[in-house]
Nanobody, 123 residues
Framework: VQLQASGGGLVQAGGSLRLSCAAS????????MGWFRQAPGKEREFVAA????????YYVDSVKGRFTISRDSAKNTVYLQMNSLKPEDTAVYYC?????????????????WGQGTLVTVSS
């Protein structure tokens, strides 16, 4: 499985960005997909996850109500819509795939990782 993340950039506080993660592989519908982020000097942390069917999602408390994870199986792509961005959302964002049906929030639970895309939120 290969993952390609895109959509990062520089945005002012209060603005929006949509990240995309394109996945290879015919079994995309069976992958749980997750987004993680790593701020400078900090550990990588879980942001959001979505089940293979798209019916179940889970978010870290700090982004609930602001971020939305979704997926388009026809395009083998998962998205992270980020609204009301804050300077503390500044980080490199990574997408990841888990070949099991669980909604996992730990780094160790994911089998494949994409390269990161940088999101910078200015105050």
């Amino acid at each position: 499985v290969q993952l390609q993340a895109s959509g990062g950039g520089l945005v002012q506080a209060g603005g929006s960005l949509r990240l995309s993660c394109a996945a290879s592989g015919r079994a995309f519908r069976s992958y749980t997909m997750g987004w993680f982020r790593q701020a400078p000097g900090k550990e990588r942390e879980f942001v959001a996850a979505i089940s293979g069917s798209g019916g179940n999602t889970y978010y870290v408390d700090s982004v609930k109500g602001r971020f939305t994870i979704s997926r388009d199986s026809a395009k083998n792509t998962v998205y992270l819509q980020m609204n009301s961005l804050k300077p503390e959302d500044t980080a490199v964002y990574y997408c990841a795939a888990d070949l099991s049906p669980r909604l996992v929030v730990t780094l160790e639970g994911y089998d494949y990782w994409g390269q990161g895309t940088l999101v910078t939120v200015s105050s």
